[in-house]
């Protein structure tokens, strides 16, 4: 009979259209939620779609390091300097041949005599894009497995063969192919075959295993101090962060850059749904007030039988809980519809995502089930108390 | 239930008051320490005032009231909840009643606090108060003083150990009034609770043990 006099004459209008408001932004709200479980935690986790960044900086070349005033390379301390940026996740070093290493044949039927100057290059195992079981020397073989870029192999196919009209060569047959060398430094001299293990997408560089690159420097290497390392590899975790491009540009540090484009995509799509997130939050505040506005309104416009019913002894708590249960089954209700809806637009948006590629997690992030729980729960605690507060204020006025 | 008010006045009668009043600016004085106390004064000499600030609805006042020792002032939501639920009843001069809902049902929203009554009880003294053919009727469709009868058979319906009546007979014939005030007697009596009701004079067809004046 309480619920008869205080809320069945009141108009409800209002209360209907601040539902559908509520439920359109708990649902976008939601669904920005269970995108960035599963397109930004999930997939950085595992790593499937957007994999971690690996940077080669070095130094700006300038006039006065041609003229050697300035050195290219990175003294110790530029180096932990790098290594302690946030961005920075782990650092290796790229370590240049100090001995002369040239490319050789003997002069066979085939082919006329030759010889070629050239360089090798090495960094640490885990910072190499290769899997391959002969990507290992073994110092008591004469043999060192090289690595090379893959865009090396393409100018080659498609700048120099096809110019020249000379047979283009595949990954595979190019990993057939022993090559001869010589490394020499130190009054030393030594012959060495060399093969293709691999091609690299990651460093530009003509790469040999860290451990030959370490063994070689020692016994053949020139002992000129301060041979600081001129490239690095970064393991960045947001390599397109701002902070990052500021910080190589403040210290005239340059990067291929190029690479990061997964980043990037991460960033965009961060930004994207963070957009769609504060506008699905915009619209849920905006509802929310609504239903504060008009259950004040509907309390005040009870006021004169609210008064009644405190005067003939009922408790102010025993009135306000006619409204929020009512608000409470509201609430309720909208929530389970948004995320119905949600399972309901996940199922098209997983079949959506599988068609370009991406595969998502097929039941609803964990982590969302809790937030949204928690959205819900405030905001019925939050106008259950302002229910309160007022039917408190109409009894001790 | 001991009722005592001190140095009381109401404030929009500080400046007025006389000093013949039985009760104003009073030193410990006991209100409804007698089966019935009557209160009587011509209008607007602040009847309403006085029982309403003991009901706890009006805190303009100087002085104090307390409620078995304590100044009601420093009453809890709580505890006028429960005092209006179970040992003190009033019928206010302005009726308060709900108008949209029907006669028994102004009456069974009161009882269903305490359900001190039974419907049958409740028909009952409807059925002697002559309002059972009003049942249920709306209450605004009733004249005042049908209206005036439910708001005293509302009040009846919880236990009490005092009955607060402002002006209960204002809009009742005398025959009207006797059947009423003797079903306030009756029921008072079963609890052993008191009665204070004000008027603008004595009645003839009730003895008051105790007769202030304003």
């Known amino acids: ?397 | 239930m001991q009722i005592q008010v001190h140095q009381f006045i109401p404030t929009p009668l500080a400046e007025t008051f006389s000093n013949t009043s039985d009760i104003w600016k009073k030193d410990n004085l006991e209100i409804g320490n007698h089966a019935v106390t009557s209160i009587v004064s011509e209008s607007g000499k602040g009847k309403s005032s006085l029982l309403s600030s003991i009901y706890g609805i009006r805190k303009d006042y100087y002085g104090s009231i307390s409620i078995d020792g304590t100044d009601t002032k420093s009453f809890e939501l709580l505890q006028w909840s429960i005092l209006r639920k179970n040992r003190l009843s009033m019928v206010f001069q302005s009726l308060q009643l709900f108008p949209e809902l029907s006669a028994l049902d102004n009456i069974l929203l009161k009882n269903s606090l305490s359900n001190h009554k039974t419907d049958k009880e409740i028909l009952q003294m409807l059925e002697k108060l002559g309002m059972l053919p009003y049942k249920d009727q709306s209450a605004a469709s009733l004249s005042f003083g049908q209206q005036q009868r439910i708001a005293i058979l509302r009040a009846l319906c919880q236990p009490y150990e005092t009955i607060l009546l402002d002006e209960p007979f204002s809009h009742l014939d005398d025959t009207n009034a006797k059947i009423a005030w003797e079903l306030i007697l009756q029921e008072s009596n079963k609890q052993s609770a008191k009665v204070v009701i004000t008027g603008l004079s004595e009645n003839d067809f009730f003895k008051a043990d105790q007769v202030l004046k304003l």
């Open chain 1, 1 to 397: 009979m309480v619920q008869r006099i205080i809320w069945k004459t009141q108009k409800k209008g209002v209360l209907f259209f601040a539902s559908i408001g509520m439920f359109i932004g708990l649902f976008i709200l939601f669904i920005s939620i269970q995108l960035y479980f599963d397109l930004i935690i999930v997939t950085n986790k595992d790593k499937d779609i957007f994999q971690k960044d690996y940077i080669v900086i070095n130094k700006k070349i300038s006039l006065l390091n041609t003229v050697k005033f300035l050195s290219t390379g990175f003294s110790d301390k530029e180096i932990d300097s790098i290594r302690n940026q946030a961005f920075v996740e782990r650092l290796g070093i790229i370590t240049p041949n100090r001995y002369k290493v040239g490319a050789y044949t003997d002069g066979t039927q085939d082919f006329p005599e030759f010889y070629a100057e050239m360089f090798f290059e090495s960094v640490p195992d885990e910072y190499m894009d290769i899997n391959s079981k002969e990507w290992y020397w073994d110092q008591k073989s004469n043999f060192i497995p090289i690595v090379i870029p893959r865009d090396y192999l393409k100018l080659y196919n498609f700048g120099f063969a096809q110019s020249q009209n000379l047979p283009q060569i595949s990954e595979e047959i190019a990993s057939r192919a022993m090559s001869d060398f010589i490394i020499e430094g130190q009054g030393q001299k030594l012959r060495l075959k060399g093969k293709i293990v691999g091609f690299t997408d990651r460093i530009n560089s003509i790469l040999v295993p860290q451990s030959f690159m370490d063994w070689a420097n020692q016994k053949l290497g020139r002992k000129t101090k301060g041979d600081s390392p001129s490239r690095l590899i970064l393991v960045c975790n947001d390599p397109a962060s701002p902070s990052f491009t500021k910080y190589l540009s403040d210290n005239n540090y340059e990067a291929n850059l190029q690479q990061t484009k997964s980043s990037r995509l991460n960033t965009l799509l961060q930004i994207v749904l963070s957009i769609v997130l504060i506008i699905g939050l915009l619209i849920v505040l905006l509802a929310f007030m609504v239903f504060i506005v008009s259950f004040k309104l509907m309390i005040s416009k009870a006021s004169d039988s609210i008064n009644k019913l405190l005067l003939i002894g009922y408790h102010y708590t025993v009135l306000a809980k006619t409204y929020i249960i009512i608000y409470g089954i509201i609430i309720l209700l909208v929530y389970f519809l948004s995320m119905i809806s949600l399972i309901i637009s996940k199922d098209i948006l997983n079949q959506l995502f599988k068609d370009i590629g991406f595969v998502l997690n097929e039941e609803l992030a964990i982590g969302l089930i809790i937030i949204s729980i928690s959205i819900t729960v405030v905001l019925f605690i939050s106008n259950a108390i302002s229910i309160l507060m007022q039917f408190r204020k109409l009894a001790t006025k």
